[in-house]
């Protein structure tokens, strides 16, 4: 079992080009979350997906930034025009069938290495 | 605001040392609470959790106490050892909140000296 698998791990832009991030994840999991996590600061939830669905994106910035999990391959998250805020890891996690929700603990999430978005 | 933060960002400690990790949290109503682990350039790993309605869990090595009196969590690990050198965060969530919209603190960074 591979885990959580983000890629790249590390990726360079320019600002107003755009960034794509990928995420698979883990084997049985049907369940996609995004995270952002800028330098010395705790993650920060952005969207919720399922496959060709998105849950919950109250933590998605409105402009620029959009996620999707089609129902081949793996869940991109993008950044458009990207600016110097927008330099931070991005973490995806998964979770089994069912999600979070209820009693479960947060203890189902896995979450991949990150990728690590620098904006020059 | 709400917010869930740490007393210390950066904690040394010995080899063999008991290690004592802090964090305190303003949501009374906050009902889950969350230790991660995080190495360096991997993503967080679960530690140990607790329920408000709980005041200690004891893991393999690792403790965590929960004093709701003060809002005050705090992450004790056993004999400390190179390998638990890591930023520790922990995390709340909201009573009826969702599991994955947790509110994460800025982190303690631990460092094990052989």
Not at chain 2, 24 to 39: G, H, L, M, R, V
Request: with cysteine; net charge positive; proline share 5%.
């Amino acid at each position: 079992n591979a885990g959580v698998m983000q890629n790249p791990r590390h990726l360079v832009r320019r600002r107003g080009q755009e960034a794509r991030l990928r995420c698979s994840p883990m084997k049985g999991h049907s369940h996609v979350y995004w995270y952002r996590q800028l330098p010395e600061e705790g993650l920060k939830f952005m969207v919720y997906l399922q496959k060709e669905n998105i849950i919950d994106e109250s933590g998605m910035p409105k402009e620029r930034f959009s996620a999707e999990f089609p129902k081949e391959g793996p869940s991109i998250l993008r950044i458009q025009q990207v600016v110097r805020g927008d330099s931070a890891a991005y973490f995806c996690a998964s979770s089994p069938t069912g999600g979070l929700a209820g009693v479960k603990g947060a203890n189902v999430l896995t979450f991949g290495a990150g990728s690590r978005l620098t904006v020059l | 605001g709400e917010s869930v933060g740490l007393h210390l960002p950066t904690l040394s400690v010995q080899e063999g040392d008991n290690s004592i990790i802090n964090c305190a949290y303003s949501n009374s109503a906050s009902d889950y609470f969350i230790w991660y682990k995080q190495e360096s350039g991997k993503g967080p790993q679960f530690i140990i959790d607790i329920r408000s309605n709980m005041d200690k869990r004891q893991g393999q090595r690792v403790t965590v106490l929960l004093n709701k009196t003060v809002k005050h969590l705090s992450l004790q690990i056993a004999a400390t050892q190179p390998g638990d050198s890591a930023v520790y965060f922990c995390a709340d969530r909201r009573s009826g909140g969702s599991n994955y919209k947790l509110t994460f603190g800025k982190g303690t960074l631990l460092t094990v000296n052989p």
